[in-house]
Every structure is written in structure tokens, then in C-alpha cells.
């Protein structure tokens, strides 16, 4: 399957998932259309393989309603020239020429949190050094290949995290909304190498998360319907879920990502089966996708229980940075102003992860 047959496959639904779909997604599909000199023609049969492709390209929109964001997708763009340098040395090496900063050394090299560090087995805290709000922590891997990692060793770092948050909220009961984020290597802006995880906790949700709530909450009053189990519905009935062990932990490609392979997992709870999950999850997109750079999200409810009206559930967001040998960045002005421009298909990054 592929997202060109995403209209083939909306008629398929059953009219009760089809009704959902309609409700949340708008999908359009345009031609873009150009000439090719004949100078050029060799080099493009090469690089794209059909002239024919390239004068006619076909351009898929999705629109989410609910949320409106959007994707404008194009798979040939995922094979246009890259004028960006290439870096020379091979990753590996060019990790290893980065050891012995200050996180290969957090005890002495890393400033802590006033109530000190939680270690865990296989990383520490520090307190980050230029915070990006009043409690923001650091979760720094015990080994420095911010790509060397395995299942045990991410429960770990969440578990690690989960005991940060319960030691803010002890010092401070007015930090009440946790948040986890991971960017893996430069292009993901990780400004260290050395792996690590960052976590922050907030007196008021951030403006993204409370936005989000706000259009969940609409969506309830509106349809009287909850509205991740629909998109949930969804993305199962089109064949973009990934299997669980648990009927409350859900996983998704997402059918209108934030940026490349755009995977979504939700549960109720931050507890160690989503842990496991979301662990096992990271070594697929890891080893199958072959991903090397990449952003993490994790949405948390406050810290006190005390909001009654949290409409989110614990929201892991995963996505892929792209190509960490081309020094373009991939976010550009079509990104940050309009809509994101996509060229990996869902339905592909679901398969490879199942293979
Ligand atoms: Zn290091």
C-alpha cells in the first residue's frame, strides 16, 4: 500500500470509521507539472529514473482538521539533488572525536539540581546549565554513542525521568506539568554528542500541549466522541498501527506527521509497559529505519492530579531528522510558516518496522 491509493482506501473504510476520517482529515491531491530541457534529460532519467515522474508529479494533502496541521507530500523529493556538503570522516568516528566533554564526566563536569542527581543504572541527571524554563533537567547516558542503547537501557532513562519529576514536585508543588524531550545528533539539535535526554517541568502547560487540549476538548463537546480513539480507529482501519501487547497502549504512523516518519504512541499511564514499548519502538526505528537523528516529545499530565479538565493522555511523539550527511537542517520556511513537506509514505515506514 502506498499513500497515492490513500483515496482507494478511504472508500474501503466501514462508514462508521469513514465518518471519523471525513470529520478529521481533509485529503486533496494536485499535479504539479514542468518541462525538461533536453540537456538535462540524461541527468534526470538517472537521478529520478522517468522523465515522466519528474513533468508530472503528483502532490498529496492532508489536512487535519482538528489539529490543522498539515503535510504536503511528494515522494520525489525524498530523491532531489542535495547541494548541502557532505561531512567527510564516517558518523562513527566522528562520534568518537567528540569523547571526553563534559558528559563523559557529569559528576564533575555538570552542574546539579538543588536536591542533587538521580542515577540510574544506566545514565545520571544534571541539572542543565542554560535551562529553558525554572526545572530543566538532564538525563545523561552513561555511554557516550548517543546511538548505543538498547531496551533496557531507554526503561531506564524513563524510569530515571519518572524519579526527577517526583523530586521537582517535592521541592517545588507549584512545577506541576513534566515534559521529556530527546534530540538525538546536531541535526536534531542536539548541542552535545554524548547521549542524553532532556526533561523540563512548567507551573502552566506549554502552549503547544494546552492548544491541543483545547481542540480535543472542542472535538468531545462537538461529536461526543473521544478524540484519539477515532484517530486511533483510523490509522488501525487503514493499516498504520503497530501490534502491542496491550490493549491501552496504542501505536501509530502517523498519516499527517510533524516531520518525516512520524510515529505517535499513546497510553494512559507513564508507567513501565509504555516504557517497554516506546524502548522496543526506538530500536525499530533505529535498526530498521536505519535513523540516526531524531526528535522525541513525551506530553505528561500535571505532576498533582489536581486539573480535572486534562483532556490528553501520556503522548510519545517520534520523529526522524532525516539525512545527518547533509548539513541541511530539512526545516525550512514551508515548515516553520505553512505546511510540512513530506516525501517518506506512512505505509512504507509502517512495513519496514513490521519486517
Ligand atoms: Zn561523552
Redesign the pocket.
Known amino acids: 500500500m502506498t499513500l497515492s491509493k490513500l483515496e482507494e482506501l478511504i472508500a474501503q473504510l466501514n462508514p462508521q470509521t469513514r465518518e471519523k476520517f471525513i470529520r478529521i482529515f481533509e485529503v486533496s491531491q494536485v499535479e504539479g507539472k514542468l518541462k525538461i530541457p533536453k540537456p538535462m534529460q540524461n541527468w534526470v532519467e538517472e537521478k529520478f529514473e522517468s522523465i515522466a515522474n519528474v513533468e508530472n508529479q503528483q502532490i498529496i494533502k492532508i489536512i487535519n482538521k482538528i489539529t490543522h496541521r498539515g503535510i504536503l507530500f511528494n515522494p520525489l523529493r525524498s530523491q532531489r539533488p542535495n547541494q548541502a556538503e557532505n561531512h567527510d570522516a564516517t558518523l562513527s568516528e566522528l562520534i568518537q572525536t567528540?569523547?571526553?566533554?563534559p558528559?563523559?564526566h557529569p559528576e564533575e563536569m555538570t552542574p546539579e539540581d538543588v536536591f542533587g542527581r538521580v542515577r540510574g543504572a544506566y545514565c545520571t541527571t544534571a541539572s542543565n546549565i542554560a535551562k529553558a524554563d525554572c526545572w530543566h533537567g538532564v538525563i545523561i547516558f552513561n555511554k557516550?554513542d548517543p546511538l548505543d542503547w538498547g531496551e533496557n537501557e531507554i526503561v531506564d532513562f524513563l524510569s530515571t525521568a519518572k524519579r526527577w519529576f517526583e523530586l521537582v514536585h517535592q521541592s517545588d508543588k507549584t512545577a506541576r506539568y513534566p515534559f521529556i524531550f530527546w534530540n538525538c545528533l546536531w541535526k536534531a539539535s542536539a548541542s552535545i554528542?554524548?547521549g542524553h535526554m532532556q526533561m523540563t517541568v512548567s507551573e502552566s502547560a506549554y502552549a503547544k500541549t494546552k492548544l491541543l487540549s483545547e481542540q480535543v476538548e472542542q472535538y468531545q463537546r462537538q461529536y461526543r466522541s473521544n478524540y484519539f480513539n477515532d484517530l486511533y480507529e483510523i490509522h488501525n482501519a487503514l493499516g498504520l498501527t503497530l501490534h502491542t501487547d496491550s490493549s491501552d497502549i496504542k501505536i501509530m504512523v502517523s498519516l499527517c506527521p510533524k516531520k518525516e516518519r512520524g510515529l505517535v504512541i499513546l497510553n494512559n499511564k507513564f508507567d513501565r509497559p509504555l516504557w517497554e514499548h516506546f524502548a522496543k519502538t526506538m530500536v525499530a526505528y533505529r535498526d530498521k529505519l536505519r535513523i540516526k537523528t531524531f526528535n522525541v516529545g513525551i506530553t505528561l499530565p500535571p505532576l498533582d492530579n489536581l486539573q480535572t479538565n486534562w483532556n490528553l493522555p501520556v503522548m510519545i511523539e517520534i520523529i526522524d531528522r532525516g539525512d545527518l550527511s547533509s548539513n541541511n537542517p530539512e526545516i525550512g520556511g514551508m515548515e516553520k510558516f505553512a505546511q510540512e513537506v513530506i516525501s517518506r509514505d506512512p505505509f512504507r515506514t509502517r512495513n519496514l518496522l513490521t519486517s
Open positions: 567528540t569523547k571526553n566533554g558528559f563523559c557516550h554528542v554524548h
